[in-house]
C-alpha cells in the first residue's frame, strides 16, 4: 500500500475524467468494430472459462477480458505479455451459446461492476454453463473489512482501520461490495443451488476451479454455487 507524505492515508487519487472516455472508447470499438474478439466457441475439453482473468492464466482455459488497448498491443507484440482468448465489455451479453462450460471461474472481478450489471454477468454465467456444473467465484470481503475495524482479525496489509473500507468501497475501480449474505442471494435469483462459502484456495466441489491468487488471501471471501440439472 502507497501512501501519502503524512502517511495518513493511502495513496489513490480520484479517477480522471479521460481514463472513463478512453475505457468508453475502447468498449464502443472493441463491441463494434472487432466483434470477433468477442465470440467464443468449446475449443477445448473440458471448457473451462476465467471470466475476469486479470494476470491470473491458467494452461488450458478460454480466458475473459476486457479489451486490450489496441496501440498498447500493437508497440508490445513482440513481448511475452499474454492476452485473453476472449476480449469482451462484461457489462454486455456474452457472445456465445447456452450450456457450453464445463466449469466456470471468475476471480475480484464482480466488485468493478455497478450491481445492475453484476447481476446481469451473474446471469449469463449461469447461461452459459452446462446443467449440473459449477461456478466458483470470489470477491473481496466486506465481512472481512469491517471485522478487521473492529479488530476482530487481523489484515497485516494495512496500517489503519479505516483504510481497509476505504480501500474496498472507493479504490481499484470498485463500483459494488459483496459479502456472503448478499452474493448467495444474487446467485440465487439467477438460479443457482448449492451455494456455499469454501476456504480460499483449498476447498471446492469441483478441485479443477480452485485457482485463487495467494495474494489475495487475506481480504477474499470464496463462493461456489451449481447450475442445477433440468
Known sequence: MNYSKNEIYPNYSQPKFIHSVLFELNSWIGRNIFKKKGRF?????????????????????????????????????????????????????????????????????????????????????????????????????????????????????????????GNLTQNWGHHSVWDAELLAKALEMQGFINIWKVEFGKEGTDTRLIKEEEVRKNETLVLEAQKPMR
Not at 471448457?47 to 486479470?54: A, H, M, N, P, R
Not at 479489451?67 to 507484440?77: E, G
Not at 446443467?131 to 473489512?145: Q, S, Y
Request: hydrophobic share 35%.
Open 41 to 165: 466457441i468449446p475449443t477445448k475439453e473440458p471448457f473451462l472459462i476465467d471470466i475476469g482473468v486479470g494476470s491470473n492464466y491458467t494452461d488450458g482455459w478460454t480466458h475473459i477480458d476486457f479489451y486490450r488497448n489496441r496501440v498498447r498491443k500493437f508497440w508490445k507484440t513482440r513481448t511475452k505479455e499474454r492476452y485473453p482468448e476472449v476480449e469482451t465489455d462484461l457489462r454486455f451479453p456474452l457472445n456465445c451459446q447456452d450450456n457450453i462450460a464445463d466449469g466456470i471461474y471468475s476471480g475480484h472481478t464482480l466488485e468493478h461492476l455497478y450491481p445492475n450489471h453484476a447481476y446481469n454477468l451473474l446471469n449469463e454465467i449461469f447461461r452459459i454453463l452446462k446443467p449440473g456444473c459449477w461456478l466458483r467465484i470470489n470477491v473481496p470481503d466486506l465481512k472481512r473489512a469491517v471485522d478487521f475495524y473492529n479488530g476482530e482479525v487481523e489484515i497485516p496489509d494495512y496500517k489503519y482501520k479505516a483504510e481497509a473500507i
